[in-house]
């Protein structure tokens, strides 16, 4: 018949809140000590603080559910102060003496130091992936600011050529075919005379009033561009000639709102109006044939709109 | 809730401890069966409750779990009368409560309490030092590992205890992992000895005799600061009186609320 002195694992019977009953010679090679100094003592005195209470709160609650608990990781107390991993197996028997725990422990020294390392491997990478979701932010944050800068025009803080092109590429792949839209080129009357005669910072404050007026006046799906120089473009989604020629109007009387050191601010405007269409040039004829309106306006005496054939 | 029997029955609301769920109560509701309204109830992270509602800033400390508390009165539209028993942490809870809102409250049955787990010597011994305490956390992280995973079909499929037998008892003890740990964290990290003496309401305070969470001197001490509070030592070594002797606890109770 097996002893349990011969069993090669720590085996421990407690009374059902843990007093001490029996022990065999494995486990007192681990804790030190006689099977006799040890009886009636409790088991907590067996366990580090930390182990007692997740013995009290986890393993003898699970014991009093279960009857039985299994893999369950604590610290004993060694011979000396050390600290023993074990792995805890018990089961609540019916004993000839009454209801008793049946305890075996497993050393696990090796278990827990690379346990341990998981866990801090797995506490590192979580760091890591939190820093790595942390930076992505930034990076889109600093992409948005990017693009956003790169369609901008940073003296009137209107868009640019890039956004209009972007735009109007959208507009051609998600407007219905029957859509209308008009295109307002609009340039500065005698620019040069005031950069010449009040130097570039009144040209300039110029620009960023009348741009700044344009801007207040259009509608929510107009883009309003700052195409070059002194030249300016208003995209109209939606708007015939008609309606175009009656936002051209306003941008005149936004024109005339802009006060200047050189007199009284005029525009001269061209105006092409379009059905939807697909092709890749056409932006590049709208354009054109606005570019061209503005030509006769000007030629017509400026501070006027001209409507393209 | 379970007997819901006249309207004007005597009325006991059980908050369970660190580490468990409602179901630590099962040996004692049986005795007030009949005579008494009694509600149970998990805490958000523990049991079966819904763990979607975990938020780990409202959980991180024990204003979470006494926001839990007045919740669960207010659902079910108690207003007052109500016989408080609360195991471990959750006797901190039920007295933060009874603070809160002391007109919903009769009386507080305190199992096993600390207000303090910390040892803030000469003064004051909680039982316990810092290091013993992130031991603690360390401990927990080395058993419940692998249980998120482990434990996905309960927390989906919310079966009945006894259907999983065996599995379910393992998770009897804790859900998840991350939960836990910040219970874990509010329970033991916890310091509510400024607000004993906030308390108006009567308490009976059951300490074990023999317990390795709560020293005799954390008893005296709760009993001093408290008004109106009794202190009655229990002939038990453990932390769960009301699982290991379930009968010394209910006849404490009766005796505490002239029920016998």
């Known amino acids: ?309 | 809730m379970i007997d819901p029997i006249r309207p004007d029955a005597p009325l006991l609301v059980y908050a369970h401890g660190f580490g468990c769920s409602q179901h630590m109560w099962r040996h004692i509701t049986p005795a007030f069966e009949g005579k008494c309204r009694q509600v149970l109830f998990d805490y958000v992270g523990c049991g079966q409750s819904d763990l979607a509602a975990f938020d780990p800033v409202k959980y991180a400390s024990l204003k979470g779990y006494v926001q839990d508390l007045l919740d669960v009165c207010d659902a079910l539209g108690i207003e007052r009368g109500v016989h408080f028993v609360g195991h471990s942490v959750s006797a901190s809870i039920g007295l933060l409560a009874s603070i809160e809102r002391p007109t919903l409250f009769d009386r507080l049955i305190l199992v096993g309490p600390s207000p303090c787990y910390l040892n803030h010597a000469p003064d004051y011994l909680g039982g316990f030092e810092r290091q013993d305490l992130e031991g603690l956390l360390d401990l927990m992280d080395q058993n419940f590992m692998g249980w998120s995973s482990y434990l996905a079909p309960i927390v989906a499929g919310a079966p009945q205890a006894d259907s999983l037998g065996g599995e379910l008892s393992e998770s009897f003890c804790s859900t998840d992992p991350t939960m836990a740990r910040i219970f874990a964290q509010a329970t033991f990290f916890a310091d509510t000895r400024e607000e004993l003496s906030r308390v108006t309401r009567p308490s009976l305070i059951l300490q074990h005799g023999n317990d390795a969470l709560a020293p005799h001197s954390v008893g005296q001490y709760m009993h001093k600061k408290l008004r109106d509070s009794t202190l009655e030592v229990l002939d038990v070594t453990g932390h769960c009186a009301h699982m290991s002797h379930p009968h010394l606890v209910t006849a404490a109770m009766q005796r505490y609320l002239s029920l016998a």
């Open chain 1, 1 to 309: 018949m097996l002893a349990v002195d011969d069993i090669p694992c720590a085996m421990m019977i407690t009374d059902p809140v843990g007093h001490i009953v029996r022990m065999n010679r494995e486990f007192l090679v681990l804790i030190g000590g006689t099977e006799a100094f040890w009886l009636g003592h409790s088991m907590d005195e067996l366990l580090t603080p930390a182990s007692r209470i997740f013995s009290q709160t986890h393993l003898f609650p699970t014991l009093h559910h279960a009857k039985s608990a299994r893999e369950v990781f604590l610290h004993l107390r060694g011979v000396g102060g050390e600290t023993v991993p074990v792995m805890v197996n018990a089961v609540s028997k019916r004993l000839e003496t009454g209801d008793h725990i049946v305890w075996a422990f497993f050393v696990a020294r090796e278990r827990s130091r690379f346990e341990g390392e998981l866990i801090k491997a797995r506490a590192e990478a979580q760091g890591l992936a939190q820093r790595l979701a942390a930076s992505n932010q930034q990076v889109e944050l600093q992409n948005r600011q990017l693009s956003e800068l790169s369609l901008s025009d940073p003296l009137t803080g209107l868009k640019n050529r890039r956004a209009l092109e972007l735009i109007v590429q959208k507009w051609q792949r998600t407007a219905s075919r029957q859509s209308y839209v008009s295109l307002l080129m609009v340039d500065v009357d005698y620019f040069k005379r005031i950069n010449d005669a009040h130097g570039h910072p009144e040209g300039d404050r110029v620009l960023v009033n009348f741009a700044r007026q344009i801007q207040a006046d259009a509608r929510g799906s107009d883009l309003v561009v700052r195409y070059g120089g002194e030249e300016f473009v208003l995209w109209l989604p939606d708007a015939d000639a008609e309606a175009a020629a009656r936002i051209a109007e306003r941008v005149h009387k936004c024109a005339r709102r802009v006060r200047s050191l050189a007199g009284p601010v005029t525009v001269s405007v061209g105006l092409a109006c379009a059905v939807h269409q697909t092709g890749a040039d056409f932006l590049a004829r709208l354009l054109k044939r606005s570019d061209q309106a503005v030509y006769r306006a000007k030629a017509l005496g400026r501070n006027c709109t001209v409507v393209s054939d």
